[in-house]
């Protein structure tokens, strides 16, 4: 997954489970309405950090706020959440394929 801000591009960090939950944290909060327009700044705040977060702390928050175009970025941030969770749930392949691996 990439974001441009500014002139400078910006490849996500490695999607882990923790990413996952805070994608799906991040489209229920919207879905539910959020704060129904009445603390669009803690919206903002909350994509900023999400981004932030997605990203592996590549860029500030505040790198959101001054390079991030406005036009669209609302949507195109909720397809970046909805896409990690469509690639969570990838069809399985054999059974074997299936085990979850945890590293030590």
């Known amino acids: 997954m ?14 882990t489970f923790g990413d996952l939950y805070k994608s799906n944290e991040f489209i229920k909060y919207f879905n539910d309405g959020a704060s129904k327009g009445e603390n ?10 999400y981004l932030v977060d997605i990203f592996g702390s590549q860029f500030t928050a505040q790198d959101v706020y001054e390079k991030l175009p ?3 970025c609302i949507p195109k941030v909720m397809n970046m959440a909805a896409e990690i969770r469509a ?7 054999s059974k074997n394929e299936a085990a979850v691996v945890v590293e030590n």
């Open 40 to 49: 669009m700044q803690e919206e903002f705040d909350k994509i900023a950090n």
């Open 2 to 15: 990439k974001i441009q801000l500014g002139n400078k591009s910006y490849n996500s960090k490695e999607i």
């Open 70 to 72: 406005s036009k669209g």
């Open 87 to 93: 690639e969570s749930m990838g069809e399985l392949g």
